[in-house]
């Protein structure tokens, strides 16, 4: 008689890692992120040259592939030699830097007001949804040049300005799932176990709202490092020497026609940092959206 081998039920973090590696796209965007994370952690042993150190005799030096360009420096100079190499890695820690700054910030205050208006409810949740409704009715870039307008040039009141913008989103997506959940059987019993509000709303329902924000927050990511690259292309974020991208996409604008590199590469550094959050954000909406599994 031939016996039945029973195989135990993968863990939970066996099934996600299952549904999020059948998505090719998300893979390869959670590889560009830890990469670019090496980077930006282990920036000034990567980087061969300070991103401020100047080279005036390799002023707009091409890459080294091509005519005239110099292994030396792979990716060329700026307009005044300074390292395109060394300043693009310093500036994924800055972007990095901004964009999980941003994701805290506006999570945490995001959540405390979905969290009050989903499980109040009445004129409190009157009072918070019209208030982020108002603020999602205003174009968002316009809505963080205004503030960071008011709060003044500067890497930090740019983030604290796009947190601004992306509160709503956490706020509505929040109350949604607050609201969804409060009524369940486990809640009801919780509370006729004479748990607290405070305790129903932080131990009891919010971990069991935890997916969809922590989707939320992956694609906040590349959200927040697109809106501090605008702002500092305008001129409100981070200031020259800094070398955050959308700073050295400003100041390098006029080289365009003579000296495309100084503008290619921080672009494309801002198009593959955005993208790959974007993949990893929808393999991680794949994985832990039961709805979605396949």
Not at 169 to 198: C, I, K, P, Q
Request: include cysteine; charge should be neutral.
């Amino acid at each position: 008689m031939t016996d039945l081998v029973l195989k135990a039920p993968p863990g939970p973090w066996a099934e996600f890692w299952g549904h999020f590696r059948r998505n090719k796209g998300a893979v390869l965007g959670l590889v560009i992120v830890l990469a670019l994370s090496f980077v930006a952690i282990f920036a000034d042993f990567v980087a061969p040259y300070d991103p401020a150190e100047q080279f005036r005799d390799f002023v707009l030096l091409p890459p080294a592939w091509v005519e005239g360009g110099s292994w030396a420096f792979p990716l060329g100079t700026d307009d005044i030699g300074r390292d395109m190499l060394s300043r693009l890695i310093h500036g994924a820690r800055l972007s990095l830097f901004i964009g999980l700054l941003v994701v805290t910030l506006s999570l945490v205050v995001g959540v405390a007001l979905g969290l009050l208006a989903g499980f109040y409810g009445g004129a409190s949740d009157t009072l918070i949804a019209r208030f982020m409704d108002i603020l999602l009715a205003l174009p968002s870039l316009l809505l963080a040049i205004v503030v960071a307008a008011i709060l003044g040039p500067g890497l930090v009141n740019a983030a604290i300005a796009v947190s601004v913008v992306i509160v709503p989103h956490y706020a509505r997506l929040t109350r949604a799932s607050v609201m969804a959940e409060r009524g369940r059987e486990y809640v009801t019993a919780a509370r006729l176990a004479g748990a607290s509000d405070a305790r129903l709303m932080l131990v009891t329902i919010l971990p069991n709202c935890a997916a969809p924000l922590i989707v939320q927050a992956t694609l906040g990511f590349s959200t927040a490092i697109l809106d501090a690259a605008a702002l500092g292309f305008l001129g409100l974020g981070a200031q020259p020497p800094t070398p955050e991208w959308g700073t050295m996409l400003s100041s390098s604008l006029q080289f365009l026609q003579r000296a495309w590199w100084v503008v290619t590469f921080p672009g494309m550094a801002i198009l593959i940092t955005v993208l790959a959050f974007n993949l990893m954000g929808d393999g991680l909406r794949d994985a832990l959206d039961p709805k979605l599994k396949r």
